[in-house]
């Protein structure tokens, strides 16, 4: 692609996937000629203009960067239908995550640019992460912690009494929905703990599951003392666990997400928990995002796990990003065909 001349690459990184991250990646390819640039994460990650989601709202800095340019490789930068008719010179956009959600891909299209991603970049931290926080929930750890740590309080030591101590994971019946990276990796490590794995995904079609498959949701809901979701965000699966789902667990029960937040009906959550047919619940990810101050989950903390979206951050998600971001730039400038190309 290169016939020669230096191609000229703008690693528009933010304060995960860092720049230099990128460049570094890029170091053995000598045929480009890496521009670094930081963009600031958005106060509004999920829609600073109306074609793409999770997008930073840099669109004027972007251009002003890709002047010249025929290589982007960005996580949040915003390629828009204008930035993309402000930037002729652009052949190729390498974003540094599991899907191009802030790309326009329709506009790059009719622009004649090459749009790649990085697949499964995070499904080891998120696997990990989601681990973490069922353990969390289960044991009632950051309760415990707050009560100790921040206010000096042995309250914590009630959850040593028999109708206030949690589960554990051996013999415990769990339900996975979805058994893609994230979930078959989430099913390992639960098989390893001596857990009883469930599995729906009526998209899986081969044998090599770790655990139980079962026919239905509704079964899996059934027979689950816990849930962890790891479908992918589509029309089908939006609002997959609602009030009807959250009735067919046992009482007691407990769910996690660490995928996406519109899956889970939240306010068929806070109503479940507060009835107390669900004894605690576990949340990376929410319907809004940041979680708003006036959520009901915030007042269900001695029930609840929440951290701010962060299952898939990791220092060696950043890395293997950059690396497969780098090795795709690579591929197109020798020519060869793309591994992860959508246009």
Not at 5 to 22: E, K, M, Q, T, Y
Not at 259 to 274: S, T, Y
Request: glycine fraction near 8%; aromatic fraction near 4%; include cysteine.
């Amino acid at each position: 692609m290169t016939n020669g001349n230096s191609v000229r690459v703008v690693a528009a990184g933010d304060h995960f996937i860092l720049p230099s991250l990128i460049r570094e990646a890029l170091a053995h390819e000598p045929a480009c000629d890496v521009a670094e640039l930081t963009l600031g994460w958005p106060l509004d990650p999920f829609g600073p203009v109306a074609e793409v989601t999770e997008a930073s709202d840099a669109e004027d800095e972007l251009i002003e960067a890709l002047a010249g340019a025929q290589v982007l490789v960005t996580q949040m930068g915003p390629v828009t239908e204008r930035v993309l008719d402000a930037c002729p010179d652009l052949r190729l956009v390498v974003v540094c995550r599991g899907g191009p959600v802030n790309v326009n891909l329709d506009a790059a299209k009719r622009h004649d640019v090459r749009v790649c991603y990085a697949p499964g970049r995070n499904a080891a931290a998120t696997a990990e992460f989601t681990v973490g926080l069922m353990l969390a929930a289960l044991r009632r750890i950051p309760q415990a912690h707050d009560l100790l740590a921040r206010r000096g309080s042995w309250e914590g030591a009630t959850y040593y009494t028999y109708e206030h101590s949690g589960l554990e994971l051996e013999d415990l019946p769990v339900g996975l929905v979805g058994y893609g990276a994230v979930g078959s990796r989430v099913a390992r490590v639960l098989c390893a703990f001596g857990a009883r794995v469930m599995v729906y995904d009526p998209y899986v079609h081969h044998h090599e599951i770790h655990g139980l498959r079962l026919a239905s949701l509704d079964e899996l809901l059934r027979r689950s003392r816990v849930i962890t979701l790891h479908a992918r965000l589509t029309t089908e699966t939006r609002g997959l666990i609602g009030a009807r789902e959250l009735a067919l667990l046992p009482r007691g029960s407990v769910v996690v997400n660490a995928a996406r937040g519109p899956l889970l009906d939240e306010e068929a959550l806070c109503a479940a928990l507060e009835n107390g047919h669900l004894s605690a619940a576990a949340l990376d990810t929410y319907v809004q995002e940041p979680l708003p101050p006036d959520s009901r989950l915030h007042a269900l903390a001695d029930r609840v796990v929440l951290t701010p979206h962060l299952g898939g951050a990791s220092r060696a998600v950043a890395e293997k990003a950059a690396a497969i971001a780098a090795a795709e730039v690579a591929r197109w400038v020798r020519g060869e065909p793309l591994a992860h190309c959508l246009t």
